[in-house]
């Protein structure tokens, strides 16, 4: 039996997301939520003359809203504590063509899945560019560090 840890983590996690589907709704389906507060209802356009048909955002109802809400306060926090100061101690410490080539990397890398979207949407010959950038740029361009593809 290896790694104990490993299988209590993931019953926990197989709970905690079929928890989440044993949970009634607060406002059965097909009915409209009672906004609270009258004072945030913005009426929004939704017509191209803006002038008929107004909708009311918060009579969407949406029952995942308070685990949206609680994401998007944490994805904000992190960023704000975490994230951001990692970035800007990156920046700063690291030399701009360290970056760049850092930069070249990744997008080669990126090239990969491009050419599977363009193969996907029957673009032969910008796929057969798309091989063709990453094989120069793979080989040339020191495994992507370096864009030969781009020199002009």
Do not use: H
């Not at 197989?14 to 589907?21: D, E, Q």
């Not at 048909?53 to 949206?68: A, Q, T």
């Amino acid at each position: 039996m290896a790694f104990p840890q490993a299988r209590l983590l993931l019953s926990f996690l197989a709970l905690f997301i079929l928890g989440a589907c044993a949970a009634d709704p607060a406002v059965p389906p097909g009915e409209i939520a009672e906004a609270t507060v009258v004072d945030q209802i913005r009426p929004v356009d939704t017509t191209t003359a803006g002038a008929a048909l107004r909708s009311y955002p918060i009579d969407i109802y949406d029952p995942w809203e308070g685990w949206n809400r609680n994401v998007y306060k944490f994805n904000a926090e992190f960023d704000r504590i975490i994230f951001l100061p990692v970035v800007e101690t990156y920046q700063f410490l690291t030399p701009e063509p360290v970056q760049d080539s850092v930069d070249n990397f990744f997008s080669n890398l990126n090239n990969i899945l491009t050419f599977g979207n363009q193969i996907l949407q029957g673009k032969p010959l910008e796929a057969a560019q798309t091989v063709f950038r990453f094989a120069l740029n793979s080989t040339m361009g020191v495994l992507g560090l370096f864009d030969p593809a781009s020199a002009s």
